[in-house]
């Protein structure tokens, strides 16, 4: 029979090699497919690559989506300082819905038929890749060997030992995801409601135990210099940010929240570069934004960041809601220095042209020179008037 083109989400874990050789056998011409949101180095890659030739996937391509993760996501989840939850700097589910993207561009580009992931039904992920599959490429068919078989790990490395693949597939003590916008970590602990998770389980332990200055510098809301080293590429400011700050074991929490499906979920993450220039960021904003771009954008950029969580990335609504933040970082150019401590850090201060506290107009509880006593008399007597009427009218005791 002629083989089916099919773009299999490559990992190089048991689930995606499974799903190679199971879909090669059941006849697809499989082409594992990569997507580097800043996870892989050149090590996991090749190991990858090795795995997906031994299980017989016709090719296997590295498809690096970096920057297009930063200009089409991360960007707008830094202008609105998204923290799911007050937490979560929304590590995996941004990553997982650009990595579909690319995953439907280069299918489109193969002419392939099908494509698959390695999702199972218990997660987040089996939305996020079906909701694009089924939206940008409506005539190839979503298969998903590891949600519709259920099999359990033993049974997908029993099934590639009687193919001739005797692989070690050990699995680790704590699952690992890492990306450009930080690093989830799962495990036992994870899967209860009270047990933090151990010093071991986080991918980057305390080295440096001395404090140390970083100013972080951004143009028009974008982080582009860090002690006076400028970056061409956004990318690179915050990698650079990443290996500084990660010494210091910066960035570890827990994030609750609701899954699509349904249910509560716990996952541990490390972010130390995201975490840093959010509230870097959001420091700068509170010295240069009005008071009304502060609030408006705290309300759009909750729902922005839930619908990038629930799926829904590709609601032209999002596209609404980018231009708004995009528009209100005008005036958001100053550099922010940050100490850096040992599982911590701490906010300095700022320097802009546009900090609205440098007005001429007076010190917040000092003294002013916009206006005189009996301004500020009358100021307050008609700011007050609708409680005069109000209370007057209907007599309510206030206790």
Same mark, same amino acid.
Request: hydrophobic share 45%.
């Given at each position: 029979m002629s083989k089916n083109k099919l773009v299999l989400a490559y990992s190089g874990g048991l689930d995606t090699s499974f799903c190679v050789k199971y879909l090669s056998l059941k006849g697809y011409e499989v082409h594992a497919a990569m997507v580097n949101t800043g996870g892989f180095d050149e090590a996991d890659i090749e190991e990858a690559k090795e795995k997906a030739r031994i299980m017989g996937a016709a090719t296997f391509r590295v498809l690096d989506v970096e920057e297009e993760y930063y200009n089409k996501c991360?960007?707008?989840?830094?202008?609105? +300082?998204?923290?799911?939850? +007050?937490?979560?700097?929304?590590?995996?589910?941004?990553?997982?819905? %650009?990595?579909?993207?690319?995953?439907?561009? $280069? #299918?489109?580009?193969?002419?392939?038929?099908?494509?698959?992931?390695? *999702?199972? #039904? #218990?997660?987040?992920?089996? @939305?996020? $890749?079906?909701?694009? $599959? *089924?939206?940008?490429?409506?005539d190839i068919e979503i /298969?998903?060997?590891?949600?519709?078989?259920?099999? *359990?790990?033993?049974?997908? &490395? +029993?099934?590639? !030992?009687?193919?001739g693949i005797s692989l070690s597939w050990q699995k680790a003590k704590y699952s690992i995801n890492k990306g450009l916008w930080g690093t989830s970590v799962g495990g036992a602990e994870t899967l209860t409601s009270n047990k933090a998770l151990p010093e071991e389980a986080y991918p980057n332990q305390l080295i440096e135990k001395e404090p140390r200055k970083v100013t972080l510098y951004f143009d028009q809301g974008e982080l582009t210099k860090?002690?006076?080293?400028?970056? @061409?590429?956004? /990318?690179?400011? %915050?990698?650079?940010?990443?290996?500084? #700050?990660?010494?210091?074991? /910066?960035?570890?929490?827990?994030? @609750?929240?609701d899954t699509i499906i349904g249910i509560k979920g716990r996952v541990g993450f490390e972010a130390a570069a995201p975490l840093i220039i959010i509230k870097a960021h959001h420091l700068l904003e509170k010295h240069v934004l009005s008071k009304w771009q502060m609030y408006w954008k705290e309300q759009m950029a +909750?729902?922005?960041?839930?619908? /990038?969580?629930? !799926?829904?990335?590709?609601?032209?609504? &999002?596209?609404?809601?980018?231009?708004?933040l995009s528009s209100s970082q005008d005036t958001v150019t100053g550099s922010v220095d940050v100490m850096l401590h040992p599982y911590r850090f701490e906010l300095l201060g700022i320097e802009s042209p546009n900090d609205l506290m440098g007005s001429k107009m007076g010190s917040y509880g000092e003294e002013n020179k916009g206006w005189t006593a009996d301004d500020a008399k009358g100021f307050i007597k008609i700011y007050g008037n609708k409680d005069y009427i109000f209370h007057h009218l209907h007599k309510k005791d206030v206790q």
């Open positions: 991360i960007k707008y989840l830094i202008f609105g +300082n998204v923290l799911r939850n +007050n937490t979560y700097p929304l590590s995996v589910s941004a990553e997982r819905m %650009i990595q579909a993207l690319a995953l439907v561009k $280069f #299918a489109n580009e193969i002419g392939a038929s099908s494509i698959a992931h390695g *999702s199972t #039904a #218990a997660g987040n992920d089996q @939305v996020r $890749f079906d909701l694009v $599959f *089924s939206a940008l490429a409506k /298969i998903t060997p590891i949600r519709d078989l259920g099999l *359990s790990r033993e049974q997908e &490395m +029993n099934y590639l !030992a009687e193919h860090i002690d006076g080293h400028s970056f @061409v590429l956004k /990318i690179d400011a %915050i990698k650079h940010l990443q290996k500084i #700050a990660e010494k210091y074991a /910066i960035g570890r929490d827990i994030h @609750v929240g +909750n729902w922005y960041g839930m619908m /990038i969580h629930e !799926a829904q990335f590709l609601d032209p609504v &999002m596209m609404d809601i980018e231009s708004f």
